[in-house]
């Protein structure tokens, strides 16, 4: 792994106020009805991702999600613009508009989805990582999951094989502590759900989530052992929600008491204090981030609300790869 500097610091301030911000851009113009469907928000679970990046090799890496899936994106390269333009249903939007806020993808970037279905991203995780081990490729495959999707036996079939065939795959369960509105100990005996590793011999543990720098050390030990050959690891990342499963959640399984106690640990919170400790950067300066991030925001909207939404043909195209097909009527 990569030192962390000074210059990690500011980037993972700037990169996951930006993803909070754009997160809270969505959860507006949802609300005037301009994004329709269902949206998952990722506020407060930003140190997830911003200490998995530092530990990644983004130019061989892959990274495979469920649908709380807009910021994963953006962190691995995409264009924040294309973004929220697949959110908008625009034609200028990561999957031309047709898969929306559950299914952003970007093969470019090695980013394979963003999914709908509750753990259908697990066994698809174990292909990638199989594929890259099989065309002997030097790339390791981060598979994440909620704490509800570990209670899929999709889950259990896919960690048997992935110790079975030892693949480059590190998965990672993304405990906010709700599966919907269903707290994790309402779902099982225990609420460890690192264990359940232990049934396959996989190296396994729990992570603080809300701290990059534990991220990062926990994700780079598990990232390696992957590419150096020595199978899967699976960390349980223990971080919170500050808003809903989704939007339509009124969240009657939780108090507004502890949705405040989780925001004393807020990952942003956490790297601007170490900023300030440090003297990495002067107010001013941390005023001038807080300026960029709003200014792409307003870019990001900008861009989707200019953006023409798909032609109808688009329909067929994206569907058949043979132009003449004998079942297509375009009427």
Not at 58 to 75: C, E, F, S
Request: charged share 25%.
């Amino acid at each position: 792994m990569e030192k962390i500097t000074k210059e990690t610091y500011l980037k993972w301030y700037e990169d996951m106020l930006f993803w909070r911000k754009f997160e809270d851009k969505l959860a507006a113009v949802y609300i005037q009805q301009k994004v329709r469907g269902f949206l998952h928000l990722y506020n407060g679970q930003e140190a997830v991702l911003a200490g998995a990046l530092h530990a990644m090799d983004l130019t061989k890496d892959r990274m495979i999600t469920a649908y709380r899936n807009h910021v994963q994106p953006i962190g691995m390269g995409v264009d924040p613009k294309n973004v929220m333009a697949e959110l908008y249903g625009k034609v200028t939007g990561t999957s031309k508009g047709m898969g929306g806020s559950m299914h952003i993808f970007s093969k470019e970037h090695r980013f394979y989805g963003g999914h709908g279905i509750v753990g259908g991203q697990i066994p698809l995780g174990a292909g990638l990582a199989f594929a890259d081990k099989y065309f002997k490729r030097d790339s390791v495959t981060l598979c994440y999951m909620g704490d509800g999707a570990v209670r899929q036996g999709s889950l259990h079939e896919t960690f048997n094989l992935a110790m079975l065939w030892n693949l480059p795959v590190v998965f990672v369960c993304e405990n906010n502590g709700y599966a919907m509105g269903t707290s994790v100990s309402r779902t099982a005996s225990h609420e460890e759900i690192w264990k359940l590793g232990l049934g396959y011999e996989m190296p396994c543990g729990p992570v603080d989530g809300m701290d990059p720098v534990t991220v990062a050390k926990e994700m780079s030990k598990a990232i390696e052992r992957a590419r150096n050959g020595d199978g899967p690891t699976f960390l349980e990342m223990k971080t919170y929600r500050y808003r809903g499963h989704s939007m339509s959640d009124a969240q009657h399984y939780r108090t507004k008491d502890e949705v405040e106690e989780y925001k004393k640990i807020d990952p942003i919170s956490q790297v601007k204090e170490v900023i300030f400790e440090k003297e990495y950067a002067s107010e001013d300066e941390i005023k001038e981030i807080d300026q960029r991030v709003k200014e792409l925001v307003l870019e990001c909207e900008k861009f989707a609300e200019d953006s023409d939404y798909p032609p109808v043909n688009q329909l067929y195209d994206v569907v058949y790869d043979q132009e003449d097909f004998p079942f297509v009527q375009h009427k």
